[in-house]
């Protein structure tokens, strides 16, 4: 008996640590500068590039310092509306509410574009899983309940599923990623909208389902939980050996997530940035598109009342916009397309 429960708590023990390992942090991560000169907070979607940018921006020697707070898009805002930073940042900008409620007036500067994935944990499959656009749908709408159901077996002849359970695993704080997912889901299927659903930062989401805070909890969470699958950057995916679902675009095409199809999504619609540069593109064309992309915006006050401050975040920004792009692949981003840097370097000239 005392072996037996030497054992038990062994297995405790070990499941606990198991659980508890840390996700893979970026590369070049940095920490949180205090009492900064230029304080930014937002999108958790971008932030490892972002982290990277000050910290290569820093070694220039600029003279002041950088922090960025990686809360989540919904936070990001409502911090830029409180005049509490000198930059947000959201992968779903601003609605015209939202920029309506900002003092000193709000820039959109589109400063990377990524790709959301569907990452999962089933254990013995190899081969990426192809999932149908009708598919992924129905698993994350809950009505599609096991993995070895029929319409995903279908798609994936020769591979024996697991008779798990599907269990979605979501972001419990507001989230720009979330908003990109979910606008795709509109744009795609009736279904969702005849469900109840819309385009939203914070979902309730229908079935077995799971909700974490921010993409590199989502990953966490995937990696340590057998039948997930949930949406997560791809940059983030990546660090974690997260697989990837290859999914059915909108050509009828089954795609892998790739710096390629990134920008096979982005390039058809780059000469389409209206005025204030908010450009969504919930199911991009294109044969080799990836299906789920987003650009992600700075949000800069218009007018600087502190002169210095606005110097300093368009020498910041401009250095992003050139030199910093050069970076994006290395993270799992995709960098800005020519006509949409350019733009952005004109609304940027424009910020006092």
Known sequence: MKRKFRRLCLYALALSLLLCTPLPAAPSKVHKVEKADLV???????????Q????EFGATSPGFTLSYDEVGSGEGVKRFLAGQLDFGASDSAMTDH????AKQG???????????VLAYNLPDIITPLRLSREVYVDIFLGTIKKWDDARIAALNPGLKLPNLNITTVGRADSSGTTWTFTNHLKAISPRWSDAGFSAAKKMGWPGNSMSVNYNEGVANRIRHSWGAIGYVEYGVAKRAGLAMAVLENKAGRFVAPSATSGMAALAGNATAMPANLRLFTPDPE??????????????????YT??????RIKKFVDWCLQ???????QFGFTPLPEA???RALQALHQVQ
């Open 323 to 329: 030199g910093g792009q050069r970076y994006a692949d």
């Open 306 to 311: 502190d002169a210095q401050q606005g110097e």
């Open 40 to 50: 930014g907070a937002g999108a958790t979607f971008p932030a490892p590039l972002y």
């Open 98 to 101: 939202e920029a309506g409620q």
């Open 286 to 303: 294109g044969p080799e598109a990836w299906p789920i992309v987003t650009y992600s915006w700075l949000l800069l006050h218009k007018d």
């Open 340 to 342: 949409v840097s350019t």
């Open 52 to 55: 990277h940018w000050i910290k």
């Open 106 to 116: 709000v820039q959109f500067i589109p400063a990377t574009a990524g790709m959301v």
